[in-house]
Nanobody, 115 residues
Framework: QVQLEESGGDFVQPGGSLRLSCVAT????????MGWFRQPPGKARELVATITTGGTTNYGDSLKGRFTISRDNAKGTLYLQMNRLQPDDTATYYC?????????WGQGTQVTVSS
């Protein structure tokens, strides 16, 4: 099993930046890929970005350029650098990990962008 814990969510003004972290514990050596998803209030969960063990990344529509996903395999930690945040980025952000055919999820961290 893999356990995931997100942190770094906060209240930020439009145009600001945040960096989210997700620490993976347990059988982390079996993780093939990790990702960030978000769920805005009243909406479905959507893709933010994913990254494989080899470093191949994939981003949701219109987020590349403002958001950057990275991972430190040695530390078992996934990051999401978010710049030029806008109110539409307000959401609960979740990290996940793919282990063979299983997907593990964290509990989420709240990001609120408002003036």
């Amino acid at each position: 099993q893999v356990q995931l814990e997100e942190s770094g969510g906060d209240f930020v003004q439009p145009g600001g930046s945040l960096r989210l972290s997700c620490v993976a514990t347990g059988k982390t050596f079996d993780i093939a890929a990790m990702g960030w998803f978000r769920q805005p209030p009243g909406k479905a969960r959507e893709l933010v970005a994913t990254i494989t063990t080899g470093g191949t990344t994939n981003y949701g529509d219109s987020l590349k350029g403002r958001f950057t996903i990275s991972r430190d395999n040695a530390k078992g930690t996934l990051y999401l650098q978010m710049n030029r945040l806008q109110p539409d980025d307000t959401a609960t952000y979740y990290c996940n990990a793919l282990v063979r055919t299983l997907v593990y999820w964290g509990q989420g961290t709240q990001v609120t962008v408002s003036s």
